[in-house]
């Protein structure tokens, strides 16, 4: 069986390429990543995981935070600190990141990364192209 060990490092290429890629479809916003329901596979647990961008997360927090099971930090007056976070984070080299484990969720500005979103993007991409047949191969069958 052949089983993906995550790794500090493929986490961060994970939440990193997930946050550049977002900005590059929808600018600024915070990547959402939910620990409650992994997907168990061959290859072993897959978490969800997206992109809410600013316009949207306002609305997004707040129903959240509706839902009677949610804790997400403090309360209500992290709404405002998440906002302008998002607001001033540098999309190049920072990541805003929620994580959803149970019935909390944990807010974390992620600085200073050993590596940055963009290169996060450029290494996942490339990963996945390696894994890509090219345009030019055709399947070819022998009667």
């Not at 999309?91 to 944990?106: A, F, H, N, Y």
């Amino acid at each position: 069986m052949f089983l993906i060990q995550l790794t500090p490092l493929l986490w961060l290429l994970i939440i990193g390429f997930n946050a550049w890629n977002g900005y590059l479809k929808t600018g600024r916003g915070v990547v959402v990543c939910t620990t409650n329901y992994p997907l168990l596979d061959r290859f072993g647990e897959t978490f969800k995981t997206h992109f809410v961008p600013r316009p949207h997360l306002a609305a997004f927090l707040n129903a959240w935070l509706a839902t009677p099971d949610t804790v997400i930090l403090q309360g209500h007056h992290m709404n405002g600190h998440i906002l302008d976070a998002v607001d001033k984070y540098n999309p190049e080299q920072d990541v805003i990141l929620l994580l959803e484990s149970g019935t909390r969720v944990s807010f974390f500005y992620l600085k200073h990364l050993p590596i940055t979103p963009p290169e996060c993007y450029q290494r996942v991409k490339q990963a996945w192209s390696e894994f890509q047949p090219s345009a030019n191969y055709q399947y070819q069958t022998k009667i």
